[in-house]
């Protein structure tokens, strides 16, 4: 099962940009992934269940809950998601059943007004021994690059989308989001073990995920795996 998942991941990413940086962090993933998995709590932000909905069609068998735990009350979703039958979008916490096998933040945390919250919201749902599996950006150390440069904000952030936000969708994110470049850097992977342990989780295993950049190999994103223990 460990095995399948993996590989039919690599797959599904064979055509992304970010392939070869998340490949590695699937497979570390893939190490604790129960073998019977059927019910899965995605932390969301007020966007589109894009991972959630890719993972609930590449596991038909499981049941994915994309919980929107964000300060807008009943976020637009568009129509193709309603059409996954073993996906399910959840606005209040109240709403949410569990117990749940584990949770997934997948590049969301970071958008949350208090991700502390969600975190205990979602040790609060998941079964005893159940895991969190966490991957979100990890660039605290470009505002230092960017003061050292005395670098004015759209310099910066053309500098930012050639080394580090070049993909097609970060770059939209980057222009179309207001302080997207501030936002995306202010915290990384020890806030967030901090977060986490806050919230309840023993750290399992935890990795910053580099990238070749002029100023050398800078981490971009983390993967962060946590187990509730009762």
Known sequence: MKNYIIN??????SNNENTKLFKFIIEDIGKYVPSE????????SDKDPVF?????????????????????????????YS???NLEIINNPKDLDGPYDFGIAFLTLHELYDPVKSLKETYKRIKNNGKIFII???????????????????????IFEKYIFNTENE??????????MENHSKKGLEDYIEYCKKAGF??????????KTPWGEKP?????IGEKNV
């Open 37 to 44: 998995t059927n019910r899965v709590l995605d932390i969301a």
């Open 136 to 158: 979100d950006y990890d660039l605290t150390w470009f505002p230092k690059i960017v003061k050292r440069g005395k670098w004015k904000n759209r310099t910066a952030m053309k």
């Open 83 to 85: 059409r996954i039958p």
């Open 8 to 13: 039919q991941l690599k797959g599904s990413l």
């Open 171 to 180: 770059k939209k994110v980057l222009w179309d989001e207001i302080n997207c």
């Open 52 to 80: 959630s909905g890719f993972m609930a069609k590449l596991f038909p068998n499981s049941r994915f809950v994309h919980f929107k735990d964000s300060k807008k009350i009943l976020p637009i979703i568009h129509k193709r």
């Open 220 to 224: 971009k994103v983390f993967s962060y």
């Open 202 to 211: 023993t750290l399992l295993e935890a990795k910053s995920h580099r990238i």
